[in-house]
């Protein structure tokens, strides 16, 4: 090994063995693309009274959809039998707080780097704080994502990472409560987070997955939670009537509520093990038994 080729091996888009994988290649370009149009917006883009405010909320949504993202990794490996995916986990994880960080930094520069503000602000306003205890978790378990952690926690790096779980809630509730009255994308957002819980619940309940009927069974399930949720948010934090919300769901001509949209990604999710079974799918060739605790993932199965 020449020192010229050890740099290579530890590279986000190489795999164990030093060899440029595709995939991870592709994943690391893709999780720089919304940094760089959110930036290309802030030099670029049009002037606004706030000119911080778009590039507040796009990066935090971000780190929603990345964090459920990363999520999505394990049982989707299941799913498609492809055990390549839990070599992504760790990157899409570490991407997760450098959002959540890329957030806080517009937000003080919103605020005109008067820090002493931004601390006032983050302890008064309630959706704040909750953002910032979510914050705290990602540094966290972004401190503790490296290999040399993953081997000094030994099962405690199990369930340290558990705590991802809590993170995307408190980031769902930071998500509503700073989106006030149309809460259409935090309910997606909710809905999703919710299908890819009860996957974990369907493992725990010894429920194979990869099987079609128990990813419809999750996908109808959390399609009638998503509705709830989004009944009660409008029951409890606006005057609008909860009812003809919910009614709304059964009108897609007019538009497709999150709660349909819910059913329609886990229906789409389930038909992926027929798929497999008529066009032979990814191989399982490669799966593994070895222990969760792996360096690949800042987050437990």
């Not at 000094?152 to 993170?167: A, D, F, P, V």
């Amino acid at each position: 090994m020449t020192a010229a080729t050890t740099p290579l091996r530890h590279a986000p888009w190489t795999d164990r063995k030093g060899q440029l994988s595709p995939l991870r290649l592709v994943v690391f370009i893709g999780l720089f693309l919304p940094a760089i149009t959110i930036f290309a917006d802030l030099i670029f883009g049009p002037m606004r009274p706030e000119p911080f405010e778009y590039a507040l909320h796009e990066s935090g949504k971000w780190v929603v959809r990345f964090l459920l993202l990363s999520l999505a990794i394990t049982p989707f490996r299941r799913i498609l039998g492809w055990n390549r995916l839990i070599g992504v986990r760790r990157m899409i994880g570490v991407s997760v707080l450098c959002y959540a960080l890329l957030h806080l930094g517009f937000y003080a520069a919103q605020e005109n780097w008067h820090l002493g503000k931004v601390a006032s602000e983050i302890i008064a306003r309630i959706y704040l704080t909750i953002g910032f205890v979510a914050l705290l978790g990602l540094i966290a378990l972004g401190a503790t994502s490296f290999d040399a952690a993953v081997r000094k926690l030994g099962r405690n790096w199990n369930l340290l990472h558990r705590l991802t779980y809590g993170i995307g809630g408190l980031a769902l509730i930071h998500f509503f409560l700073q989106a006030k009255s149309d809460v259409t994308e935090p309910t997606l957002m909710a809905g999703l987070f919710i299908l890819l819980m009860n996957y974990r619940v369907a493992g725990v309940a010894k429920l194979d997955i990869s099987r079609s009927w128990v990813l419809a069974l999750c996908a109808a399930i959390s399609a009638a939670l998503t509705a709830g949720v989004e009944y009660t948010w409008y029951a409890l934090a606006t005057g609008i009537p909860p009812k003809l919300v919910f009614l709304a769901n059964f009108d897609v001509e007019t538009a497709i509520r999150p709660a349909v949209w819910v059913a329609i990604i886990g229906i789409a999710v389930a038909i992926l093990p027929l798929l497999r079974m008529l066009f032979g799918g990814i191989t399982r060739k490669g799966l593994t038994t070895r222990p969760r605790t792996s360096r690949d993932g800042i987050e437990p199965a």
